[in-house]
């Protein structure tokens, strides 16, 4: 999640499903949407401790029942209301997926007059990506 400067608010958000929780693990996600000069908050969980070599102002804060990051918190439990609310259950396969689309509409709430034409071209002009479901599905 991105705080906007002089704590303007929150600017773009995303989320990634894994298998495990460690600082290996979250080292591709980081690459993919953090700066390595971004100022990165986090907790004070160890398994932080490595990506500090690559993200020098990667700073650990305790969690203070959850007053130093607010807006995080916020930001979960609107996901956690969107998901029981919209698809009221959710399967391990599916999540990666709801979790894209909400933060597709989420980093795009200042522009919904044109999400609508966005997703069209982005659907046009790109290839499709297909999704490996190991159960099937039937349609209710």
Request: some cysteine; overall charge positive; glycine content about 6%.
């Amino acid at each position: 999640m991105e705080i906007l400067d002089d704590n303007k608010g929150v600017g773009r958000a995303y989320a990634q499903v894994l298998d495990h929780a460690s600082g290996e693990d979250f080292k591709p996600f980081f690459n993919d949407y953090i700066s390595h000069d971004a100022h990165v908050v986090t907790d004070e969980w160890k398994g932080y401790l490595p990506l500090k070599k690559e993200y020098p102002l990667l700073e650990q804060l305790p969690l203070n029942k959850g007053g130093n990051m607010k807006e995080l918190h916020i930001h979960m439990m609107n996901i956690q209301g969107w998901l029981r609310g919209i698809h009221h259950h959710c399967t391990k396969e599916r999540l990666q997926g709801y979790l894209d689309e909400y933060h597709f509409r989420y980093n795009r709430r200042a522009y919904m007059d044109t999400i609508f034409d966005v997703l069209i071209r982005k659907m046009v002009l790109n290839q499709p990506k297909r999704m490996n479901i190991n159960k099937k599905t039937t349609a209710t």
